[in-house]
């Protein structure tokens, strides 16, 4: 199966001649009619808000689109609080779902009013400390063990850092009822990258349970269940989507048999990351040489500073080059990026056209978890962001790192002033 890029070759080439690869490009109209279907396909449920992870995208215009199409956003850290605060978004409309939190973050999240999603039992009184306990709060549940989702095991909960067990989320309810709490929330995050249709539904039945249970049990209200991220992309050209319509049909059928009957007015709440933008992203690069030992090498100007998930997970991301698109994958390369680090691979053994120097190569699928994992390791610099609006113009949204912004934090030592007032290559 054919996978081709969301934007044609002729304008690649007329973006890279304004700015200089490399560059994380973003399709401003595949966002938004992600963004569009996610909502209808939950538009069951009348209080359904999806709080896209922040940390997938932090981009302020990328966050701005998605505000336009009537989602919130999920934070963790103070920065992606700030940022949220600059987009426009206020109070109910931005998650907090941190872990190990700092106080100061969590003091800021009460000042902004935000949903509050705990991650331990102990931060109970760490929040009390730190800006105060609010009448709505969400518990993030750990259920341990392991996951199932058919006869597949997903993952192993009882290994991950996140969230209370169950006879922690019965004690927190009840000390945050103490303390005044009046609506609960529920979250779980057990899978990433997940393209199994099971995989919403089976954690939406773990958590209607542990909702009716409490509601039952110790009388807890919910006003919230946070059915967070993970929902998956193809990645690979032989992969599908996730049908979202028919998830959410099925997460309907259970509301209707386990939340329904209590009368509790409980909104459904989704934090996806990478299912809304990633696929509406690409790592722009050029093939700057060519080297052939025991293997055949293609080298970008783009590295893994740019675009991390081969190198830390081994991920696929698929590559075409632009205007080779239609012809055969008849050689084998290895595409790799300049850093001191043999892991700095897109592609090992990667079937491609013939490419030539100069020739335009594109990263797919680097839309959510892309840019915002990148780092400075060996010196490199952050790429530039660019949107391609619906109408096909397009608009830088952040500027290439420069050697100054790399050097910015030495500005209060000795160096600073040399190392900034150095005459810089031309490029
Ligand atoms: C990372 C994260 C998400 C988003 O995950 P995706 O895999 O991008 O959907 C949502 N919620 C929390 C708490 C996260 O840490």
């Known amino acids: 199966m054919q996978k081709l890029p969301f934007c044609p070759a002729e304008k690649l080439r007329e973006i890279a001649s304004v700015c200089p690869t490399p560059f994380h490009l973003y399709d401003e109209q595949g966002i938004r009619l992600t963004a569009r279907r996610v909502r209808e396909a939950f538009s069951w449920n009348p209080g359904f808000r999806e709080y896209f992870a922040v940390k997938a995208n932090p981009n302020p215009h990328i966050l701005s689109i998605l505000k336009g199409e009537g989602c919130g956003v999920d934070c963790a850290s103070l920065t992606e609080l700030m940022l949220a605060q600059a987009v426009g978004f206020r109070g109910e409309e931005i998650m907090f779902s941190s872990n190990m939190t700092p106080g100061e973050e969590y003091r800021l999240a009460r000042k902004m009013g935000v949903i509050v999603n705990l991650d331990d039992i102990t931060h109970i009184d760490f929040l009390k400390e730190n800006g105060g306990i609010p009448e709505k709060i969400c518990l993030r549940y750990n259920p341990g063990g392991e996951l199932h989702i058919g006869n597949t095991t997903m993952g192993h909960p009882w290994d991950a850092k996140y969230g209370l067990t169950r006879p922690q989320i019965f004690r927190a309810i009840r000390l945050l009822q103490a303390e005044g709490v009046k609506q609960f929330g529920l979250h779980t995050l057990l899978a990433s990258n997940s393209t199994d249709q099971a995989y919403y539904p089976t954690i939406a039945k773990m958590l209607f349970k542990l909702a009716k249970e409490a509601h039952e049990m110790i009388g807890a209200e919910f006003f919230m269940i946070n059915l967070s991220g993970g929902i998956g992309i193809p990645y690979r050209p032989q992969e599908t989507s996730a049908d979202i319509f028919e ?27 990478r299912y809304m933008t990633g696929p509406h992203g690409c790592l722009v690069a050029t093939a700057i040489h060519e080297k052939h030992i025991y ?9 893994a500073a740019n ?11 698929h590559i075409t080059v632009a205007g080779k698109e239609n012809l055969p994958n008849d050689h084998i390369y290895d595409v790799v990026g300049s850093l001191c680090e043999n892991n700095d691979k897109f592609a090992v053994d990667r079937p491609l056209p013939k490419i030539e120097i100069g020739d335009l190569v594109v990263i797919h699928d680097t839309g959510a978890h892309g840019y915002s994992m990148g780092y400075n390791y060996n010196g490199k ?28 934090t030495l500005d209060e030592t000795e160096f600073y002033e040399k ?3 150095q005459t810089e290559v031309d490029k």
């Open 307 to 317: 675009l991390m998930r081969p190198a830390i997970y081994g991920a696929y991301h």
């Open 419 to 421: 190392l900034v007032n």
């Open 247 to 273: 998830i959410s049909r099925e997460v309907q059928k259970l509301f209707a048999e386990m939340i329904a009957p209590s009368g509790m007015n409980v909104n459904i709440a989704s934090e996806l990351g």
């Open 295 to 303: 293997k055949e090498y293609i080298g970008l100007d783009a590295c």
């Open 381 to 408: 610099l952050r790429s530039a962001e660019i949107l391609l609006h619906p109408d096909g113009t397009f608009d830088r949204i952040r500027r290439a790192e420069a050697p100054k912004d790399y050097f910015a």
